[in-house]
Every structure is written in structure tokens, then in C-alpha cells.
């Protein structure tokens, strides 16, 4: 069954490409908007860019759409937190403790 899912992004602004390419990877549809600077301002590792915020709008099977982002997540859990809105956020997606 194919859904329209709303996905938040919080990490360096080049990894949103990545979950795109994820989610495309399974076949799911993607539309991004990004909202601008993290409100902590800090910077991710050197020369990967200002931490961003950002939604995509994500169309395709539940399936494909936990999947693509489990793949982003394994790869890339310290560069962003991705959250499937309606779901439990994982605690901490691999980054370490505040």
C-alpha cells in the first residue's frame, strides 16, 4: 500500500542528499524543504557544511520508506538525526550523549 509519510532531518546539511538518495534507492518518492540553520549552530566536521533542518515528504510503501531510512541511519547515524514522524524516535540514532 502506498502512503505519503512526513520525515524530519536535523545534521549536516550535505547528508539530506543522502536520505534522498536512500529512500530513492527503494523506490520512494521524495520532495525537500529545508528550513534553514539547526538552532545550535554548531558546525558538523570539518568542510561538511552548517547543521540544517529540514522535511521531506516522502510517497511510497511503509516498507520502502523504513527501509531507506534504516539504511541512511546505519551509514550516517552521527551526521543526522531522522525522525518518520508518528513513529518512537530511537534515542539516539548512534551520536553520542549531549
Partial sequence: ???TRRISFEGSGPFV?????ALEG???TVAVRREG??????RGPRDM?????ATLLVTG???AIKTGVSTFRERFASRAVVTIDGEATPLDHGRPPA
Avoid: C, F, I, K
Fill in 26 to 28: 527503494e523506490g520512494v
Fill in 17 to 21: 542528499q543522502m536520505l534522498v538518495t
Fill in 1 to 3: 500500500m502506498t502512503e
Fill in 49 to 53: 557544511g552548517d547543521a540544517v533542518r
Fill in 37 to 42: 540553520r539547526h538552532p545550535e549552530e554548531h
Fill in 61 to 63: 510503501s511503509n516498507e
